[in-house]
Every structure is written in C-alpha cells, then in structure tokens.
C-alpha cells in the first residue's frame, strides 16, 4: 500500500512541473539540466505586490516578462516579480523567461480579477425613522460606497474570524413630513452599482380620511365587501386603499408607522390613486381580522406622510354556495393528489373549477378551467360533458381542442364518450368535506360514468394528452383551507398542450 501512495506521489509531482506555454496552466514549465526553479510564487490577488522565483544555475541568470504590467529584476538566484493592482473582474496572465547560459524556461504570472459574491443589495423603501440596512459579502478586494446625500451613511463592516464583510447603509431620522430619497453607489474596482433608497416623513395619522366597513353591497349582481373611505374637508392630496388579514401586521412585529411604509405602501404605490370619497369593493372576505389601509402618496409615488387605518371582523354564516369557494384536495386512483381552485363565476349560479384530473393553471393559464352549475335549491354543482377549455395549433394534426370528457367501460375497454350531458354531481358533505358522484350516459344502452379525462380533439381524432390522468368515481374532495377572498392570482406562463404520439383514444357517442 505504501509503494502504491509513493508511486501517486511522485506521479503527481510530475503534473505539478510539467511544461505549459498556453499561460492558463501551471505555473512553473521546466525541463532543464543547469536552469532548475526550485520554487516559484507567482499568483497574485487584484491589490497586486512583489513575489518572487526561486532558482538554481552554475550561470548568471536573466528574465525578461512579455507583459508591461508584469516587472521583473535580478537579485543572485532570486527573481522578484512586481505586479500593480488590477480593477478588473477578469484575470490576466504575464510569460515570464528566465535565462542562464545557453538554456530557458518559461514561468506564468497569474493576476486574479476582483470577485464579488454572495452580495444581494437591494432598493430601500424605509419609514420615517432612524434605522439602518445590512447587505453581506464576500470579495477579494476592497469595496467602498458613497452617498449623493448627506443623511445618508454608508460604511463597510469588515467581518471578525470570517470572509464575510457587510455595506451598512445607515439612515438618519427624518424630521419633517416630506419624504426625501437618495443614491448610494458601492465599488470594488469595475463591480459597482447603486442602491436607490427613499425614506418616508415623520408618519401622521390623518383623520381627515375616515374608514368605515359598510357591510356587503351588490356590484355589478355579485356580493361584494364595502369599504368606503371619506375624505375631509382639507386636501391631503392622493391616497390608496387596500385591505389585509390582521395577522399580517400582528406578525410582523413593527409599529404602525414601519408598516404601512415598509409593507403595504409597495403593496399599493402602483394602484390606482384617489383624491376623493370613494367606495371600494373586495370580494367577499374570509370569517376573520382585517385592517383596512389608506396611504397617502405625492406626485413622484413616494409616501406623503399620511395614513390612516381602520381594524374590523368577519363573522358571518356562509352561504352554500360560498362554501365551494377556495382550494380543494382531491385524490386520483393513481396515488397522487390534485388541488382543485374553486373560484367565483357568477354567483348562485356557477363556479370555475381549475385543476381538474391535473390541469393546473401553472399549465393551462389563468383562464382555463371547468364551468360547474351551482343549484340553489340543491346546492350542489353539476360538471357538463365537452366543454372546452384550450385550443392550440400543432403542425402535424392541426388546431387542437382540449376538451373534458366522461369516461366509461365498454366491451372490455375504456372509452370517451362525447355529447351534451351532465358528467358527474359534486355534493357537500360539511364545510370542509365534498364528494363527486358520477352520473349515467345512453351510448344505445345506459352505462355508468367511471370517471372523466381531458382529451385534444381534432378533425382527425382523439388524443390523449401527456400529463393528464383519469379521474375516477366516486372523488373525495377535502377543503385544503381557502385563500384570502381579496388575493389575485397572476396569470401563470402557459405551457403548450403536446399529444401522445399513436394513443389516437376510441370514443363513443351519447344517443
């Protein structure tokens, strides 16, 4: 075993002298009887200095450098190499020769770049007070920061027993009611940037707007939350109006002042802006804590100082069809779970139903989705055979439709079965429990529905869709806990439809 780790020793030892002219390899080439480089530190970091070559000859030794920034001069048997600092992100390199009598041999300068890592800065948004932000990093040189103004301080804390240094922008205390901003500029050599900072005024409570919770309200023939915000006699300028859960801001373990500047004004500073009274509509809200939060803006979006909020409570019995509303688990036979997103369509009287035998909106997009019927009388929904919810063009079959459809046995195997009919009935058990019950088809004769599958329906057939899988009956739905009634989705990137080569699906038809 020993001969073995000598053996990878001295072969390794090979490797770290043998020659390289390409300047990106090792850093000493050798090869020579009388010129010997017994040792050679030649990596430098961006600051730059002098290091030096050791060597062995029975002749005088020279050495010339290839490279301008790269200078070089001869003590005896030493060679001192003297690099200045480089600002650069990019490494360079420099060829060394040194020379004794009728022999030479090359050497390489390194000269690292200056890195910057693990550095995540970003804009400052900050009340009124005096505070200050902390953004770590690491890097192999120097890194520095100004401020375009003077309540601004920037500093760099240099990290104890690590790598690890820190830019502190600290930010003095804002003793007027006008907001301000400023720039801070950091560099290390060519890495630089700017962090964009605004700093709210002294906050005011301004009880020239009043907030007022007025109950539920028909819009437009849905039942909507009113909030109305009244605004006095004397101008405050422009405010915004949002409403969160209570615990948003229970949690955050800030002042008042901190949290609408730090959290709901960003939340707000691109909606639109009022300067009078005005009602303001939310869907139906979850039983629960809300505030309500009226921010004051200026002209240039940044916040005015004033603000104004009020803290009220849902509690309210659910309608049947409200209890629909919200996020559904549902497993397939396969193991897996789907979430089913029911959401409001029109109310009393239908629903949309998003993820469907695993049709997300990540894949379909926000529009796409199942109509179900809610009965009032009943209060139940019913899903309707061949309704299509995605279209897509393919070279090979044309224009796809992607349509849902009711499965069933037939003569051995399963089949689709297409027409106007009602596919299943979905019944609530409790508030939070829920089971789809499939209904009968007539192909000629009366056939259970075992379940319902999307399919891409094009003029030359069926296919089935790669990702989809059946739904079978009876599916047991278990409320996952339903999202805030105020929140909006954003429309998910839609991810292309593709067919299974050669599952061209047989079908059969309601009669």
């Known amino acids: 075993m020993k001969k073995i780790f000598y053996l990878l020793t001295a072969v390794l030892a090979i490797a770290a002298f043998s020659a390289c002219d390409d300047g990106e390899g090792d850093m000493v080439s050798f ?18 200095g002098t290091n030096t070559i050791t060597v062995e000859s029975s002749s005088p030794v020279t050495a010339t450098s290839v490279s301008s920034w790269a200078g070089v001069s001869v003590n005896g048997s030493t060679v001192s190499v003297t690099v200045p600092a480089w600002s650069s992100n990019e490494s360079r390199y420099a060829k060394i020769t040194l020379r ?15 890195l910057v890592k693990d550095f995540n800065p970003s804009d400052i948004s900050a009340a009124g007070k005096s505070c200050s932000y902390d953004f ?24 104890v027993g690590t790598n690890v240094d820190t830019l502190r922008i600290a930010l003095a205390a804002n003793g007027t009611i ?27 409570r301004n009880d020239n707007w009043t907030i007022t919770y007025e109950g539920v309200a028909k819009v437009e023939d849905k039942s909507r939350d009113d909030v109305l915000v009244t605004v006095g006699g004397e101008d405050t300028g422009m405010y915004s109006l949002t409403v969160v859960p209570a615990s948003l801001y229970r949690d955050s373990g800030l002042s008042v002042d ?3 500047v730090t959290t709901i004004a960003p939340m707000v500073v691109n909606d639109e802006m009022a300067t009078e009274t005005r009602h303001y509509y939310f869907p139906k809200f979850e039983n629960g804590d809300y505030i309500a939060y009226a921010v004051g803006f200026n002209d240039q979006k940044l916040t005015s100082g004033w603000y104004q909020y009020l803290e009220f409570t849902i509690d309210r019995e659910k309608t049947p069809y409200e209890k629909w509303l919200g996020t559904w688990s549902v497993p397939r036979g396969d193991g897996n779970n789907d979430q089913w997103i029911i959401s409001e369509l029109v109310e009393d009287v239908s629903v949309k139903i998003q993820g469907i035998c695993g049709a997300t909106p990540e894949w379909l997009g926000n529009d796409g989705g199942v109509t179900a019927d809610f009965s009032p009388e009943t209060g139940k929904l019913t899903v309707m055979n061949d309704q299509v919810i995605h279209s897509f063009e393919d070279a090979s079959v044309g224009v796809l439709k992607v349509t849902l459809k009711g499965t069933v046995d037939y003569n051995g195997g399963v089949y689709s079965v297409g027409g106007s009919y009602p596919i299943g009935v979905i019944e609530l058990k409790s508030d939070s429990s829920a089971e789809m ?6 192909i000629g004769v009366e056939l259970p529905l075992r379940g319902m599958r999307y399919y891409a329906v094009a003029s030359s057939g069926q296919y089935g869709l790669n990702g989809i899988t059946e739904q079978t009956f009876p599916a047991k739905l278990t409320k996952a806990g339903a999202a805030a009634a105020s929140s909006v ?17 047989p079908s059969l038809n309601v009669r």
């Open 100 to 114: 004794a009598g009728d022999e030479s041999t090359d050497v390489t300068v390194q000269q690292s770049g200056i």
């Open 178 to 204: 006008d907001p301000r901003g400023g720039i801070v500029t950091y560099k290390a050599g060519a890495y630089t940037g700017d962090i964009n900072v605004s700093q709210a005024g002294a906050m005011v």
């Open 31 to 48: 090869g020579n009887k009388d010129l010997k480089v017994v040792e050679a530190n030649l990596l430098f970091g961006p600051e730059g």
């Open 136 to 159: 770590p990093f690491v890097s192999n040189a120097e890194m520095t920061a100004v401020s375009n103004v003077d309540w601004i301080t920037p500093s760099v804390v240099k990290g």
């Open 437 to 442: 019950t499939g209904l009968t088809v007539n």
């Open 489 to 505: 989705r954003a429309a998910a990137p839609r991810v292309p439809f593709r067919p299974e080569a050669g599952t061209e699906e």
């Open 258 to 260: 901190d949290f609408v």
